[in-house]
């Protein structure tokens, strides 16, 4: 069965950090573009960061920039989003998907979608 599964959230406070992590099952990352989204209650989701295939080529949103850094592990066929000074702005449930909302680099993408991690920020 083919999985897309998002970990690493939680609640954490204003200026702290966190780790997020996608892990793939059933089938390999490597091929693929990856993405990280995210939406907040009551808003649309929108798009955080993205990586290429081979990891050479990252883009981020304007709000994350300097704050967030997406990263991969082919060997461990999983996709990684660092995210630190957190603000309550952050909060929303972030999910990775097997694409971007623009091009990044080269890899394939489709329109698959983890189930989403809460992240918290909140004092």
Known sequence: QLQLV?????????GG????????????LDDYVIGW???APGKER????????SGGSTIYADS???RFT??????????YLQMNSL?????????????CWTVVGSGYGMDYWGKGTLVTVSS
């Open 6 to 14: 998002e970990s690493g959230g939680g609640l954490v406070q204003p």
């Open 17 to 28: 950090s966190l780790r997020l992590s996608c892990a793939a099952s059933g089938f390999t």
């Open 37 to 39: 989204f995210r939406q």
């Open 46 to 53: 929108e798009g955080v960061s993205c990586i290429s295939s």
């Open 64 to 66: 994350v920039k300097g």
């Open 70 to 79: 997406i990263s991969r592990d082919n060997a461990e066929n999983t996709v």
């Open 87 to 99: 603000q309550p702005e952050d909060t929303a449930v972030y999910y990775c998907a097997l694409r």
